[in-house]
């Protein structure tokens, strides 16, 4: 079975582990809470729902870190590469 190879652009460097991975996205809050809300009220449904995802980062896969920069840039070929 071939495996597919992942495209540059999908893949990211963690500064504070130094590994190259696909990122994972961590949407803060609850989605019950939001859920609640939309049942609740329509006005703070849609204000939980757009801070909700305008506060999403991507995380590490390995670390859990938050600083991660993209494979293609000249950054991360320091990083992965410091010779």
Do not use: N, Q
């Not at 992942?6 to 809470?33: E, F, H, N, Q, Y």
């Not at 609640?36 to 939980?48: R, S």
């Not at 995380?59 to 410091?82: K, Q, V």
Request: charged share 25%; hydrophobic share 45%.
């Amino acid at each position: 079975m071939a495996s597919r190879a992942i495209p540059l652009k999908d893949l990211w460097v963690c500064k504070k582990c130094a590994i190259v991975t696909r990122s994972r996205l961590l949407v803060k809050g609850s989605d019950v809470l939001e859920v609640v809300l939309w049942l609740c009220l329509i006005v703070p449904g849609i204000a939980y729902h757009i801070w909700r995802r305008d506060t999403t980062v991507r995380i590490c896969s390995r670390c859990g870190g938050t600083d991660l920069i993209g494979a293609t840039t000249a950054e991360a070929d320091l990083i992965r590469h410091p010779d």
